[in-house]
């Protein structure tokens, strides 16, 4: 890994420079939230920040998007990607991203994706976690790839590790803002880390966790959760890894249609109801018991499907919280 | 966002071939079968038990198995009128043109069965897939007897019934032996004097009297969820080995390429995408995975 530091006083025009790489997307706060918005200067976005509402998956897999248009009886593809920067994304959401790859860029590739991605240029930052946040038991608090830059603040400025050929690129054209890692910015940098590991409140025990988990199947625990559950699927929605989308056809005029897809929820009825009436999952306790076993898939090649940003926490109206449900889910 | 394109790409993996119906059959009040050639001309290579999706442009897309066997072209789909796609596709004629995408899911694995029994197992509209193994087995001639039980609710649901009727009559110069099961009497079951090979009952039934290997045989099953659970048992009974029984399954999909999500099953220690790591499933994987059957 290549480190570099970028003192304080030329971040504004570190900020400009990425602009030259395309529209550059970092958290800005609107109300109580944060969210990933479009930003022209370093005056408008907010590093300090917890997590953001909506993931920045967002980017990649749109809440909806059109895949093809209807012209004279023929499909023609339609592909909405530009050149963007994501300021800012947090070590988790990097994980995250990473799972959504496998899917989406695995034979054969999701063309609308893959073309987002590849105009992508991301740049993670540092942070401390909340009551929330649980990444450090999911080893998904430190981002060891996924990026083109990763930002570790410092009391004066920010340890820059570069993590591709594009991240290297931008950083040597624009040499003159950065300079050489000193040893006590090393100090430094070991202590936000150190501290950052002592913040973290909330832990998944993860001994066992899958087998355990899968044992619990008939567990009575899930019918007491699928009564508070409101079934709202909000929890989809803002969970970097949750991935299901719905395709629907749709006129836009006489003569015209669209094929468009959009963001699905495993929580709604109809999630796996086929022709005919038969549903797989009839109940919310299916369902309910289905969103905590996919995040908790431990994939042999890639780890679990939870990053531990701890959105479906905070963002959920029933107030129920993940770890919470896995443990009094687990025997014992 | 600026920068959009449309074009009409053929390697956008959702991108549909377009294909002329050649022939409407009607097997059953509820069924019609589907004879389609691609207008490209292009190969279409497929295995038994693998599907396609059928794109209906302006109205949507659905998935339906592939009944007709690699070994005879053109492929063709036999379709239940049941929601509002296939009542539309049910009004479509011969000539009109439909999207094909696929094939999908592994598919039956043809090769390792080779030189081994046959048990189809089929119940309802779980023949439509079957009719591809059935096929393929009798035309390469590859494999050892194959059975094929079926169960129907009546004589009207039979699919397919004139290749059944003559493969129950004539199958076994092919070493092939057809048994029918059904759950509402009528006049027609009564004439068909096929002693032993029809009987008012379910699918199960129809094991009775009949000897096989369970070292070298496989059975293959399709049809209502219901069905799964005591076809398995009886062949467990038997001795037949978990690796050895293969069922093929239903689930809601949209993308046919693990990406949508839909139709994914399974807990904490083992996911599966019905569409991509199936339709095919093992007895094995039923019992590692849960929430397949």
């Not at chain 1, 034979?107 to 073309?115: F, H, L, N, S, T």
């Not at chain 2, 059935?134 to 094929?148: F, K, S």
């Not at chain 2, 009974?237 to 399954?249: A, C, E, F, K, Q």
Request: aromatic share 12%.
């Amino acid at each position: 890994m290549r480190h570099l530091k970028l003192p304080s006083e030329n971040f504004s025009e570190f900020v400009q420079s990425l602009r030259e790489l395309g529209t550059v997307y970092a958290p800005v706060k609107k109300g109580g939230i944060h969210s990933f918005q479009e930003v022209k200067g370093a005056d408008e976005m907010d590093l300090h920040y917890t997590r953001t509402m909506l993931p920045p998956k967002k980017f990649f897999l749109k809440p909806r998007e059109t895949m093809f248009k209807l012209a004279d009886g023929a499909w023609r593809e339609v592909i909405e990607a530009e050149p963007i920067v994501l300021l800012g994304v947090h070590s988790c959401d990097i994980h995250a991203l990473r799972i959504l790859d496998r899917v989406y860029l695995g034979e054969p590739a999701d063309p609308y994706y893959k073309a987002r991605r590849e105009k992508a240029f991301i740049v993670g930052v540092s942070c401390l976690p909340d009551e929330y946040c649980f990444c450090k038991s999911l080893g998904t608090h430190f981002a060891m790839e996924g990026f083109d830059l990763f930002l570790h603040e410092l009391p004066d400025g920010w340890l820059v590790r570069v993590g591709s050929v594009r991240g290297h690129e931008i950083t040597w054209e624009n040499s003159r803002l950065f300079e050489g890692v000193t040893d006590e910015d090393i100090a430094r940098f070991r202590e936000f880390e150190e501290k950052r590991s002592r913040m973290f409140k909330r832990a998944i025990p993860q001994e066992g966790l899958a087998d355990m988990l899968d044992l619990a199947y008939d567990s009575p625990v899930w019918g007491e959760y699928a009564e508070r559950c409101l079934a709202c699927g909000n929890c989809n929605m803002v969970c970097p890894t949750c991935r299901c989308y719905d395709v629907c056809d749709r006129w836009t005029g006489a003569y015209e249609a669209v094929r468009e897809r959009r963001y699905n929820s495993c929580f709604m009825e109809d999630h796996a109801l086929v022709a005919g009436g038969y549903n797989f999952r009839p109940t919310r306790l299916d369902r309910f018991r289905h969103r905590y076993y996919c995040k908790s898939y431990f994939d042999p090649s890639s780890g679990y499907n939870c990053v531990g940003c701890g959105r479906c926490d905070e963002f959920c109206p029933a107030h129920i919280e993940h770890i919470r449900v896995l443990e009094e889910i687990r025997p014992g | 966002m600026g920068d959009g394109t449309d074009s009409l790409n053929p390697d956008n993996p959702y991108m549909s071939r377009e294909a002329r119906i050649l022939k409407v059959e009607e097997l059953t009040p509820r069924e019609k079968l589907y004879t389609l050639r691609f207008l490209d001309g292009g190969e279409f290579n497929f295995k038994p038990g693998q599907f396609v999706i059928v794109d209906v442009r302006g109205l949507g897309e659905f998935p339906i198995s592939l009944c007709s066997s690699p070994t005879r072209s053109p492929i063709q789909l036999c379709i239940r009128r049941v929601g509002r796609m296939t009542k539309f596709v049910h009004g479509m004629r011969e000539g009109d043109i439909v999207g094909i995408r696929g094939p999908y899911g592994n598919g039956f694995p043809m090769e390792k069965m080779e030189g081994s029994n046959l048990i189809l197992v089929a119940g309802g509209l779980g023949m439509a897939p079957l009719r591809s193994v059935l096929w393929y087995a009798l035309d390469t001639g590859r494999y050892a007897d194959v059975w094929l039980l079926y169960g129907t609710k009546t004589y009207e649901d039979i699919l397919f019934r004139d290749e059944v009727m003559h493969l129950m009559k004539h199958g076994e110069s092919l070493n092939c032996k057809v048994k029918l099961a059904y759950e509402v009497e009528s006049p027609y079951f009564t004439t068909l004097e096929m002693s032993g090979k029809v009987c008012r009952g379910v699918v199960t039934d129809l094991f009775r009297g009949e000897e096989f290997d369970v070292e070298d045989t496989y059975a293959l099953i399709c049809g209502p969820p219901i069905m799964y659970k005591f076809v398995i048992r009886e062949l467990l009974n038997r001795g037949v080995s978990p690796g050895r029984i293969y069922m093929t399954l239903e689930r809601r999909m949209r993308c046919g390429i693990g990406k949508c999500g839909h139709c994914v099953v399974g807990t904490s220690v083992s996911m599966k995408y019905i569409c991509r790591d199936g339709p095919v499933f093992t007895y094995w994987d039923a019992l590692s995975t849960r929430g397949l059957i």
